[in-house]
């Protein structure tokens, strides 16, 4: 039997990336000691507030359908923190929920761009940003963000690939797996550039909690830049509720109303308990979150100070995030090869980063989503590894 074009176009060497954790989970399954440091997984408790709120509202019987956008409340909030983040004047109307961020991205890109057209995206990138872009027809363009930079982005790439056929400019940042955080210098730029060539600026925002070596600046709260950023981002990092799928798209108001019969077509609203306890993370100071983001940044610190001095390995101290990009090019392995011996004889499951784009081939994405006690044991068994090597 035949399929349609798209299984083509959302298959590659980004859908393939996950291959080693799902070898680490049956050998966890078999019961081996392994340390999961695969998945942007947070280990550490969401907050109390946000939990009772979405219990409350189970109890209550609210299991109904919702507004096809999310609930008014819900969507209020949302903008309300998006003003108070950028400055920028942002209602309700700007806003669409989503089952996370994930989604959001999807979504949005099936609004921004389509067959012929052509999206940039600065690589080592999150290994689903290829299937997304193919999954609405249109072609992603690399440029490189590479090591000797910090992974920061050099802007003269932009100039080099941008063409008549592009449409999208797509930013991450804090930035998955280099863990590199945009300078406001560096997001100024790339909203000139965007206005320049009028394209649509889609900002990944989802660890934007997780800034810790500078402050995070949205595109959106520079100066014309409203009414061409789609800003996407969720609560699963910043208040460790992944499995809430609770995300959100910020944009005009134009592109609210085409989101909103994607989703009608999708999903037809999102459960009513989890925008409830989504509006208590929203309107309330979670302390939660500022201490997750000095747990990773502590995790990230032990994992480079016991990596940097290793022969053969290169560690990349992250600006934000929760991962550490480690480099073991000079083992003299390539990058699976490095991950399946260091699973099959350390016990510790790491994720290759090759599919993560041409300048992360030969680097490893760590995960910090892990106790210190764990973060330690882990680096210390990378560490033996490579001395084997």
């Not at 012929?116 to 080592?124: N, Q, R, T, Y």
């Not at 056929?165 to 550039?193: K, Q, Y």
């Not at 206005?195 to 990944?204: I, N």
Request: charged share 20%.
């Amino acid at each position: 039997m035949r399929f349609s074009p798209l299984v083509d176009r959302i298959s590659g060497k980004g859908s393939d990336a996950w291959s080693i954790h799902w070898r680490a989970r049956e050998l966890v399954r078999q019961g081996r000691d392994v340390i999961m440091l695969t998945v942007g997984d947070p280990d550490l408790p969401p907050p109390a507030i946000v939990i009772d709120a979405a219990v409350a509202s189970l109890r209550a019987g609210e299991t109904t359908y919702s507004p096809i956008a999310g609930h008014p409340d819900v969507r209020a909030a949302i903008a309300a923190r998006h003003q108070a983040r950028t400055g920028t004047p942002t209602e309700a109307d700007d806003v669409v929920v989503v089952p996370g961020a994930q989604a959001g991205l999807y979504c949005a890109m099936r609004c921004l761009a389509g067959p012929g057209d052509e999206v940039i995206v600065p690589e080592p990138m999150y290994a689903t940003y290829e299937a997304v872009a193919g999954a609405a027809g249109a072609t992603v363009v690399n440029v490189a963000l590479r090591p000797e930079r910090g992974f920061h982005l050099d802007l003269d790439d932009l100039e080099r690939v941008v063409t008549p056929r592009t449409r999208v400019l797509w930013l991450n940042s804090p930035h998955n797996p280099t863990g590199a955080v945009m300078t406001r210098a560096e997001v100024e730029a790339t909203a000139d550039f965007c206005r320049r060539h009028d394209l649509w600026l889609l900002s990944d925002e989802v660890y934007a909690d997780l800034a810790y070596a500078g402050p995070h600046v949205s595109p959106r709260s520079l100066p014309g830049m409203a009414e061409r950023t789609v800003v996407v981002s969720s609560l699963s990092k910043s208040h460790a509720v992944p499995g809430f799928r609770f995300g959100w798209i910020v944009g005009p108001p134009e592109l609210a109303k085409h989101l909103t019969r994607l989703v009608l077509c999708m999903l037809y609203g999102g459960p009513p308990f989890i925008q409830a306890g989504a509006l208590a993370a929203l309107t309330n100071e979670c302390p939660e979150v500022t201490a997750m983001a000095a747990a990773y940044q502590r995790r990230a610190d032990i994992m480079v100070s016991l990596l940097e001095s290793v022969p053969g390995l290169r560690a990349s101290r992250p600006e934000g995030g929760m991962f550490v990009l480690l480099d073991v090019r000079g083992t003299g392995q390539a990058s699976d090869e490095f991950a399946q011996g260091l699973l099959e004889r350390h016990g510790v499951a790491v994720l290759p980063s090759d599919g993560f784009g041409p300048s992360a081939v030969g680097h490893l994405r760590i995960s910090l989503a892990a106790s210190d006690r764990l973060i330690e044991e882990a680096a210390k068994r990378i560490a033996a590894h490579a001395r084997s090597a």
